[in-house]
C-alpha cells in the first residue's frame, strides 16, 4: 500500500510560470513532509520541507503548502525555469522527521520550457 | 568532505552470485538508509539505521542485509542476486529532521 502518492507522473509548463506538484498521504502519523529535486544519473537534492504544526513554508521560489485535514501537500514553483526540469519526490515521516524512516512518492517529471 | 560516497557506480551480477554494495558518510550523521529507485516506483525504503549498532526494515527489505558497525558505514548486502533486483540504489544520510544527503547512486543489473 503506496502511504506516499504522487498521482501525476508528469507535468510541462512554460518559463515563467507557476508550477504545482502534488502529493497526497494516507498515514495520519506522518508530521514531517519534504519535496526532493532529482536530475538523471544523480542522487536526489533536499529542496525544501514542512513540519505539520504550519501549513506553509517558504524558501525563494519555493513554497510548500500543506493541508492536514485533505492530508495532501502541494510544491509552488514561481516563477519557473529551464533549469527546474527534473523529477521531483514528495516524502514524509513521522516522529517530527526524527525516526529514520522517510517515505517516498513515486515523482512527478517537471519540464519546464524556454 | 565526500559526503555520502556509494561503491561501486555500475555493476552487472548474474542471477543466484552474492555482493555488497558500499556507503560511506564522513558527516558524523547518525541517520542513514538504503533506497531503491525504479520506473513508475519512486524511491522505495530497503533499510534504514538510526545510529551503530542499530538497524530496521523498511519497505521492501527481503533479499537484502545490513548491518551498521560504524556511524561512517552502512553496507547492503545482496544475498542471492535476483533479476527482480535490478535497480538503482541509493544511499542517504542525515542528522536530526533535516533532509537526507543522498549518495550518487549504484546502477545494479542481474541477469
Known amino acids: 500500500d503506496q502511504q506516499v502518492k504522487q498521482n501525476s507522473p508528469s507535468l510541462s509548463v512554460q518559463e515563467g510560470r507557476i508550477s504545482i506538484l502534488n502529493c497526497d498521504y494516507t498515514n495520519s502519523m506522518f508530521d514531517y513532509f519534504l519535496w526532493y529535486k532529482k536530475y538523471p544519473a544523480e542522487g536526489p537534492t533536499f529542496l525544501i520541507s514542512?513540519?505539520?504544526?504550519?501549513d506553509k513554508n517558504e524558501d525563494g521560489r519555493f513554497t510548500v503548502f500543506l493541508n492536514k485535514s485533505a492530508k495532501h501537500l502541494s510544491l509552488h514553483i514561481v516563477p519557473s525555469q529551464p533549469g527546474d526540469s527534473a523529477v521531483y519526490f514528495c516524502a514524509a515521516s513521522e516522529g517530527s522527521g526524527n525516526t529514520g524512516k522517510l517515505i517516498f512518492g513515486q515523482g512527478t517529471t517537471l519540464q519546464v520550457k524556454p | 568532505n565526500a559526503g555520502v560516497t556509494q561503491t561501486p557506480k555500475f555493476q552487472v551480477l548474474k542471477t543466484g552470485q552474492s555482493m555488497t554494495l558500499q556507503c560511506a558518510q564522513d558527516?558524523?550523521?547518525?541517520?542513514m538508509s538504503w533506497y531503491r529507485q525504479d520506473p513508475g516506483m519512486g524511491l522505495r525504503l530497503i533499510h534504514y539505521?538510526?545510529?551503530?549498532?542499530?538497524?530496521d526494515q523498511g519497505e521492501v527489505p527481503n533479499g537484502y542485509n545490513v548491518s551498521r558497525s560504524t556511524t561512517e558505514d552502512f553496507p547492503l548486502r545482496l544475498l542471492s542476486a535476483a533479476p527482480s533486483q535490478t535497480s538503482v540504489y541509493f544511499c542517504?544520510?542525515?542528522?536530526?529532521?533535516?533532509?537526507?544527503?543522498f549518495g550518487s547512486g549504484t546502477r545494479l543489473t542481474v541477469v
Open positions: 542517504a544520510s542525515r542528522t536530526g529532521p533535516l533532509g537526507y544527503t
Open positions: 514542512i513540519s505539520s504544526i504550519k
Open positions: 539505521s538510526v545510529g551503530a549498532g542499530i538497524t
Open positions: 558527516m558524523n550523521h547518525e541517520y
